[in-house]
């Protein structure tokens, strides 16, 4: 069945840097679109990342643009987001999810928790 | 940036009352990707309604969605205990993709 799994979450100082894994099994990987959503403790849904399933495509909201990465191992079928240059308010549960294109997304990993705190 | 926005900010139900949860977009949602999650604490925003109105696999039937352009809604009805949780509506139409979720409608216990 579809799996997505999250690792790399852990406590890191502001001005750290730290990379975020999410595996994927039971699906055609290179066949989805992938994001990195997170949410703060206590709040919404926040939308992050976006990567096609070549990785032609990247796209990233204001809020962490310059200072996050998402990439793609289709081999391996991976998704990681490289986080530089974290803030407080990067503090959030980070969950890997894909989708189709027109489509929601359908698939969430149960989502690992990074904090930024000094 | 699509910006959504839900309400009520919190619904207080009892067990088999119905309710509506609103959705409203400051623009048209292209191709009417608006979909609906649940989300219980600890856990992961679970799939209902995709399309505005096609309940996930799964689903039960008392959840049903509606609307097109700027104004969807949700309807829960006959509440089970199950139910009361944290709802979103997430907008997926636009190009670029600047995905966007409403801020969360939360279901509780009267």
């Known amino acids: 069945q579809v799996q997505l799994v999250e690792s790399g979450g852990t406590l890191v100082q502001p001005g750290g840097s730290l990379r975020l894994s999410c595996a994927a099994s039971?699906?055609?990987?290179?066949?989805?679109?992938m994001s990195w959503i997170r949410q703060a403790p206590g709040k919404g849904l926040e939308w992050i990342a976006y990567?096609?399933?070549?990785?032609?495509?990247?796209i990233y909201a204001d809020s962490v643009r310059g200072r996050f990465d998402i990439s793609r191992d289709n081999a391996k079928k991976s998704l990681y987001l490289q986080m530089n240059n974290l803030r407080v308010e990067d503090t959030a549960v980070y969950f890997c999810?894909?989708?189709?294109?027109?489509?929601?997304?359908?698939?969430w990993g149960p989502g690992t928790l990074v904090t930024v705190s000094s | 940036e699509i910006v959504l926005t839900q309400s009520p900010g919190t619904l207080s139900l009892s067990p088999g009352e119905s309710a509506v949860l609103s959705c409203r977009a400051s623009?048209?949602?292209?191709?009417?990707?608006l979909a609906w999650y649940q989300q219980k604490p600890g856990q992961t925003p679970r799939l209902l309604i995709s399309?505005?109105?096609s309940r996930a696999p799964g689903i039960p039937d008392r959840f049903s969605g509606s609307g097109s352009g700027t104004d969807f809604t949700l309807t829960i009805s006959r509440a089970e205990s199950e139910d009361f949780a944290v709802y979103y509506c997430?907008?997926?139409?636009?190009?670029?993709?600047?995905?966007?979720f409403g801020p969360g409608t939360k279901v509780d216990i009267k």
């Open positions: 623009e048209t949602i292209p191709g009417n990707c």
């Open positions: 997430h907008q997926c139409g636009t190009t670029p993709p600047f995905f966007t």
């Open positions: 399309g505005a109105s």
């Open positions: 999810a894909r989708r189709l294109a027109g489509r929601p997304f359908e698939y």
């Open positions: 990567i096609r399933g070549d990785s032609a495509y990247i």
């Open positions: 039971g699906f055609i990987f290179s066949d989805y679109y």
